[in-house]
């Protein structure tokens, strides 16, 4: 019944359905793609005023439509209203449209302007189209899950979470299928298996395993152009994706975790509670080999590389070995200064001195 509801508010009125596979709207009927919601408003209104609505619902076999609707209005006659609820009470009453009103519309409705996206529901801000669309998921969250919680709009997805996170020990891959007793494996075999990794380049079609990876890969190979992030809110720019979307939760949303002892405030819970041990002192994380304890679980794991027989750094100039990077980067500011950069990393002055002890060998 909600999905016929959405059908006869498609057919009758001005919500624009819309798919989203990118970070451009696509149209549902002809498959054009639009980085700017207005653009694809005049090209719904110009281009699809006749349209089988069956076609909008083509891609979307269960859960609900997405449907711009900004510019909402009965196609009937032609009444303005502000929200999906309000027109669908409307097709209803004044136009006699056999909606049931007793079931959900089967509709997520969203008011789109180009560089203000913002949650038609609650008002949150949003960074990109996408993040806006995962956000007014939320809204539609009705089937959890009993083991921990998380929560979905659908029933496929959930049975889909509950057989790749909760099968007992084992862990299967997304792409090839492929079943492993622990994470562990899981994570090595994502290491080496390029044909799982699931970032793929349109142009030559090689797959990397992150996004920045192949943002890279696109920079360095195909001469795509260094991408900036741009704050809609202040303007500040940013070379990094991920500096951007903690700026901007931060400063320009309530979607943050504020500190209750200084009032600083942290992208994520995990970061403040990391940050919270500086007011309370705390230290809950003991090595299990000497005496010592960190506030921080990271400061002990790299703690334990001390016990570690296995030596990761090495100075290529006196073969001195490490077990952490701090006591290498230390080695090297104290003992080789004029060969290092301030970070710690060998300049080319040493590169040509090691050139020259090889010669000489």
Request: include cysteine.
């Amino acid at each position: 019944m909600a999905r016929r509801n959405a059908e006869f508010i498609v057919r009758f009125s001005t919500a624009y359905p819309f798919r989203l596979p990118e970070d451009s709207m696509v149209c549902v009927y002809c498959c054009d793609s639009y980085s700017d919601p207005a653009m694809y408003r005049r090209h719904m209104e110009e281009e699809h005023q006749n349209f089988n609505v069956r076609m909008a619902f083509v891609h979307c076999s269960e859960g609900y439509i997405k449907v711009d609707c900004t510019e909402l209005r009965c196609r009937l006659c032609s009444e303005p209203f502000d929200a999906l609820e309000d027109v669908a009470q409307h097709l209803f009453h004044k136009h006699e449209q056999p909606l049931n009103l007793s079931f959900e519309l089967g509709m997520q409705p969203f008011k789109l302007e180009k560089d203000k996206l913002i949650c038609a529901i609650c008002r949150a801000k949003s960074l990109c189209l996408r993040q806006l669309s995962r956000h007014t998921q939320t809204h539609f969250l009705k089937y959890t899950c009993e083991a921990c919680g998380k929560s979905y709009a659908t029933m496929t997805p959930l049975k889909h979470h509950i057989t790749y996170s909760h099968t007992g020990q084992e862990r299967i891959c997304r792409k090839c299928k492929k079943t492993f007793s622990s994470l562990t494996e899981k994570r090595q075999h994502l290491q080496d298996s390029k044909s799982c990794w699931s970032h793929l380049c349109n142009v030559c079609g090689e797959r990397f395993l992150s996004w920045t990876i192949k943002q890279a890969h696109l920079t360095e190979v195909h001469g795509a152009p260094k991408r900036t992030y741009v704050c809609p809110e202040c303007l500040e720019v940013f070379p990094d994706r991920k500096k951007f979307r903690v700026h901007f939760k931060i400063l320009h949303t309530d979607d943050n975790f504020v500190c209750t002892c200084c009032g600083l405030k942290f992208d994520t819970k995990r970061n403040l509670e990391n940050h919270r041990v500086v007011h309370t002192k705390e230290k809950l994380f003991p090595c299990p080999v000497c005496s010592k304890s960190f506030p921080r679980k990271k400061n002990l794991v790299q703690h334990m590389w001390i016990h570690s027989e296995l030596k990761r750094f090495s100075c290529t100039l006196c073969n001195k070995q490490f077990n952490q990077r701090v006591s290498w980067k230390t080695h090297m500011k104290y003992y080789h200064p004029d060969l290092v950069n301030y970070d710690g990393m060998q300049n080319n002055n040493a590169k040509m001195v090691l050139t020259a002890l090889r010669n000489d060998e």
